[in-house]
């Protein structure tokens, strides 16, 4: 099946700092969603990005589906961004697949 | 809106006790999907359903059934529980492809 890999595994900014975080997948997708899971374990979608790019506020998302990967930016990071974020693509029908997540703390 | 609900939020079972877990959507969606989460993990598929008296498998079925016999709910029964289900289950529903997601049930099998 599809392998997630996301990076980095932990990530500590001062509040104010942008980051990048990175998803690599194996094969194709026909779709892509971020998630965020804040530190009381609610899980919010934050994009659903089977291409291109996409911009929410401080956040923007884009993938580039031929060469297998996605990007979520977040910019002037806010103690409340703390969690951790989830790439989830999905190969077709119902499936899903998580990656293990970027597990951010920003500091104020 | 509620949104997605999802009772209990905390059990303890004793191996092999049965258990129910509820889930309920109040957005008319159509897709409903059970996960777990185990600690340090991202969420893996136990069972979905594309609609009312569907169901179907996901990535981690074994030890599992479920239910949909009303549009907004979706079931996650235990049979039989032993500690390798002690997990945090995430229930979800769609309407297309965006997924919202309930609180989550901490359980603990002993």
């Known amino acids: 099946g599809i392998q997630v890999e996301q990076s980095p595994p932990d990530l500590i900014l001062q509040e104010g700092a942008n980051s990048t975080l990175r998803c690599n997948f194996s094969?194709?997708?026909?779709?892509l969603q971020w998630f965020h899971q804040n530190p009381w374990g609610q899980l919010i979608n934050l994009f659903y990005?089977?291409?291109g790019t996409k911009q929410n506020g401080r956040l923007s998302a884009t993938t580039v589906a031929t060469e297998r990967y996605s990007l979520l930016y977040i910019s002037s990071s806010q103690t409340t961004d703390s969690g951790v974020y989830f790439c989830?693509?999905?190969?077709?029908?119902?499936?899903?697949?998580f990656g293990a997540g970027t597990r951010l703390f920003v500091k104020a | 809106n509620a949104g997605v609900t999802q009772t209990p939020k905390f059990r303890v079972l004793k191996t092999g006790q049965s258990m129910t877990l509820l889930c309920a959507q109040d957005?008319?969606?159509?897709?409903m999907y059970w996960y777990r989460q185990d600690p340090g993990m991202g969420l893996r598929l136990i069972h979905y359903?594309?609609?009312?008296?569907?169901?179907a498998k996901g990535e981690v079925p074994d030890g599992y059934n479920v239910s949909r016999l009303k549009k907004q709910n979706f079931l996650l029964g235990l049979e039989s529980a032993a500690p390798s289900q002690t997990s945090v289950y995430f229930c979800?529903?769609?309407?297309?492809?965006?997924?919202?997601f309930g609180p989550g049930t901490r359980l603990l099998v002993l």
């Open positions: 979800a529903s769609s309407y297309e492809a965006t997924q919202y």
């Open positions: 094969d194709s997708v026909n779709n």
């Open positions: 990005i089977p291409s």
């Open positions: 989830a693509p999905n190969t077709g029908g119902f499936k899903t697949i």
């Open positions: 957005m008319n969606h159509e897709y």
């Open positions: 359903s594309v609609g009312e008296g569907t169901t």
